[in-house]
């Protein structure tokens, strides 16, 4: 079932390319803020499409309509991602603020397999809370963007574990390695093409090798905030919303 969902949810996300781009000019510009919530949005929209529609079926990604609302659905989305990432950001600061800086300096004493535990801890949690969020903000959003229902633990956990736990853990496992061979080629052919092109360049016109780099880095920063970030997120939240469908109703 998860090869199905996987694979229903990348035929869908590369169905309709301009709005793929035009997610991605959303994403590109969410550095000003404000895209950044109608990015949500969107992201809130396909989920609520996958939550209403069935594995194979005929789904349109959503329409680029009624800002208003898309702003509002967004920030609920943000809202929901940022207070889960509450209790690893806490743990990550409060380190921070420990006063083992001036013992360190003192004694000369390299706390480094503290800091890696506490790192580690931190790292825990975000990834824990996020995978937990996942489920919290499709609830949500089932549920007519309903804030409290984002935060019905109890209903939450009885969800994932209805899905399955181990189902649920290897499906954002599929995810990432999905993400990463994403990048991973289109880097690769990135990489090729561009490099060639800048190794001309270079021979025509000297110019210093990080130059070259900075280049082809560019380059895929930006194709990646333009195509592959807003495809993935696309995938994730049609998934997401037919992997929560698996659940057993009462």
């Known amino acids: 079932m998860l090869l199905e ?10 169905k309709d390319p301009r709005s793929i781009f035009k997610f991605g000019i959303l994403s590109l510009l969410s550095v000003f803020i404000v895209p950044m919530f109608f990015a949500a949005g969107y ?3 396909v989920t609520d499409i996958g939550l ?11 329409k ?7 702003f509002v659905q967004g920030f609920k989305v943000l809202i929901v991602r940022l207070i889960y990432l509450i209790p690893g950001t806490l743990i990550y600061l409060i380190h921070h603020e420990r006063p083992y800086g001036m013992i360190s300096s003192i004694f000369n004493i390299q706390f480094l397999s503290f800091e890696f535990g506490i790192f580690s801890l931190a790292a825990i949690l975000w990834i824990t809370f996020y995978l937990f969020s996942s489920a919290a903000v499709t609830n949500m959003i089932n549920k007519n963007g309903s804030l409290r229902a984002a935060f019905e633990f109890k209903e939450i956990i009885a969800i994932i574990k209805s899905i399955g736990i181990v189902r649920y853990i290897k499906f954002y496992f599929g995810c990432i390695i999905l993400a990463i061979g994403i990048l991973g080629t289109a880097f690769g052919v990135i990489l090729l093409i561009t490099g060639s092109v800048a190794f001309i360049i270079w021979v025509v016109t000297s ?18 905030v333009l195509f592959l970030i807003p495809f993935f ?7 997401i919303a037919l992997l929560y469908n698996m659940r057993e109703l009462d």
Not at 5 to 14: A, G, M, W
Not at 52 to 62: A, H, R, S
Not at 233 to 239: I, K, P, Y
């Open 5 to 14: 969902i996987f694979k229903d949810s990348f035929e869908y996300s590369y």
């Open 43 to 45: 992201y809130y929209r």
């Open 52 to 62: 209403n529609g069935t594995i194979n079926g005929e789904d349109p990604l959503p």
């Open 64 to 70: 680029f309509e009624k800002w208003t609302n898309m």
């Open 207 to 224: 110019l210093k090798p990080y130059f070259v780099g900075g280049f082809i880095a560019g380059l895929f920063s930006i194709i990646a």
């Open 233 to 239: 997120l696309t995938f994730e939240s049609r998934a």
